[in-house]
């Protein structure tokens, strides 16, 4: 089993609709966990970043962390072409440690 | 202000070669970390730097990667008789460990084995 579990996809949804992303991890003492957006031949780069369980929102995206269920989902509302990316998540068992990715969800949003 | 710089973007090397790659973090970050990229695979941690202390290196996939920070700032990961499996993407990632434990990448090196 990998540490960090995404759906591959992709994950086509129409302009200005709402994306739903998850991701589950599964090391329990999981301290802090991130998204990155990477497009296409680009690095990752952070979009969102969460430590507590609950909801966090940043403009149009939402992050949501259930560290019972180790559970890690990115909403992104009023979906745009431009956000037409692959979408990785990230743990990191110790805050400031090393990050472990899952392989990332693409995502495609039709205009 | 200016993000994480790499040199060189693309590096093309014959197999049996020598590479090093270079990562020059954000100004005052205290941490730095490479990954390693491939196609179509989210990136996998090889070492790990507070200032210049190596602190984990567990990522290193053999004894023929190599990587330093002298000086707590500029770090190399260096790569000895490079083989074909090496060829991806290197990852430099900086932080600053304080209250905040975001980690932003630089544009990565491009590695091709051939």
């Known amino acids: 089993q990998k540490e960090v579990e995404q759906n591959s996809g992709p994950l086509s949804v129409p302009e200005g609709a709402i994306a739903s992303l998850n991701c589950t991890y599964s090391?329990?003492?999981?301290?802090?966990f991130f998204w990155y957006r990477q497009y296409s031949g680009k690095s990752p780069e952070l979009i969102m970043s969460?430590?507590?369980?609950g909801d966090k929102e940043d403009g149009r995206f939402t992050a949501q962390l259930n560290k019972a269920s180790q559970y890690v989902s990115l909403l992104i509302r009023d979906s745009q072409p431009s956000d037409s990316a692959t979408y990785l998540c990230?743990?990191?068992?110790?805050?400031?440690?090393?990050?472990?990715f899952g392989a990332g969800t693409i995502l495609r949003v039709k205009s | 202000g200016a993000g994480v710089s790499q040199s060189p973007r693309y590096k093309v090397a014959k197999r049996g070669q020598d590479v090093a790659l270079r990562c020059d973090p954000i100004?005052?970050?205290?941490?730095l970390f490479w990954y390693q990229q491939a196609l179509g695979q989210g990136p996998e941690f090889l070492t790990y730097?507070?200032?210049?202390?190596?602190?984990?290196k567990s990522g290193l996939p053999s004894d023929r990667f190599f990587a330093e920070r002298p000086e707590g700032s500029v770090s190399t990961l260096k790569i000895q008789r490079t083989q074909q499996e090496d060829s991806a993407v290197y990852l430099c990632?900086?932080?600053?460990?304080?209250?905040?434990?975001?980690?932003?990448f630089g544009p990565g090196t491009r590695l091709t084995v051939t």
């Open positions: 100004s005052g970050h205290v941490s």
């Open positions: 090391d329990r003492g999981s301290q802090s």
């Open positions: 969460i430590y507590s369980n």
């Open positions: 730097f507070q200032n210049e202390a190596q602190l984990d």
């Open positions: 990632a900086s932080s600053t460990r304080q209250g905040r434990y975001e980690q932003y």
């Open positions: 990230a743990v990191a068992a110790e805050y400031g440690n090393k990050l472990v």
